[in-house]
């Protein structure tokens, strides 16, 4: 049984996110999507809220799980029997930051892999970022979250 991770902030989660569960769950048989706690970041939702988000939106994979940690992703990993981290590139700009990180888990524990996934084109622009400043202007995110994300981003930001 081939289980992974699939760590971020999740802040909240987009559909470039569930791209990359999709594919990462027709590759594997089961994939762990974990809330990392970073208390360096400042979050709009707590782990709380983006946990039932990602649950809600997930529900669907029958071998997909939704957890949370703090502290390294390497040590989450193999705590759950994990052979393998999970990671999305978009772009250029994320190889860096991501090469950096998958050499530095391999340095960490050589026994776990970091396998990047890229998600449909039409993601690629996409990030939480971009979608919680969009939202905090009251824009239309309906193209890009799921709509039970839509609806805590209205509540947060306080627009219908
Ligand atoms: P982090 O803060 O750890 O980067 P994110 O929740 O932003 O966490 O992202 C988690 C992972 O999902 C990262 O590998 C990121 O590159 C990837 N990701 C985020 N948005 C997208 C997207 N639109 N398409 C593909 N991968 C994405």
Redesign the pocket.
């Known amino acids: 049984m081939k289980k992974v991770i699939?760590?971020?902030?999740?802040?909240p989660?987009?559909?470039?996110?569930i791209?990359?569960v999709q594919r990462a769950s027709d590759l594997f048989d089961q994939i762990i999507v974990t809330?990392?706690k970073?208390p360096t970041?400042t979050a709009l939702f707590s782990v709380e809220e983006r946990l039932e988000m990602l649950k809600e939106v997930l529900k669907d994979f029958q071998n997909v799980l939704v957890d949370s940690f703090d502290g390294l992703v390497v040590e989450h990993a193999k705590q759950v029997g994990a052979v393998g981290i999970?990671?999305?590139?978009?772009a250029v700009s994320?190889f860096e930051?991501?090469f950096q990180m998958a050499l530095m888990n391999r340095k960490l524990d050589s026994e776990i892999a970091t396998i990047?996934?890229?998600?449909?084109a039409r993601?690629?622009?996409?990030?939480?970022?971009i979608i919680r400043n969009l939202a905090q202007f009251h824009g239309n995110v309906s193209e890009f979250v799921p709509p039970i994300v839509e609806k805590k981003l209205k509540e947060k930001f306080g627009y219908k």
């Open positions: 699939y760590p971020g902030t999740f802040d989660v987009t559909n470039g996110h791209d990359i809330v990392a970073n970041k999970i990671r999305g590139l978009r994320d930051y991501e990047l996934l890229m998600p449909h993601y690629t622009y996409l990030n939480s970022t």
